[in-house]
């Protein structure tokens, strides 16, 4: 299981999902992702493999921390 976070200090949106994570790009609202805001977690995720998981971020320097268990 791992719980992923979006650092405190990011000035935007940090959206997380699987190798087609995208963000909304002024034409459309859609997005293939799980929209993080600074400060905010996910719920714990079932995972088996972090590799799985892909992160992007609407503004650069933004970022994520995480927490796994076994």
């Known amino acids: 299981m791992v719980k992923i976070k979006a650092k405190g200090a990011n000035t935007g949106r940090v959206y ?3 190798s ?3 963000v909304p790009n002024g034409n459309t609202s859609i997005t293939a992702g799980w929209e ?7 719920d714990w995720i079932y995972i088996d493999n972090l590799n799985k998981l892909y992160s992007i971020c609407n503004t ?3 970022g994520l921390v995480y ?3 076994r």
Do not use: E, R
């Open 36 to 42: 993080l805001a600074a400060g905010v977690d996910s």
């Open 16 to 18: 997380i999902g699987g």
């Open 20 to 22: 087609t994570v995208s």
């Open 67 to 69: 927490m796994a268990l």
């Open 60 to 62: 650069g320097g933004d």
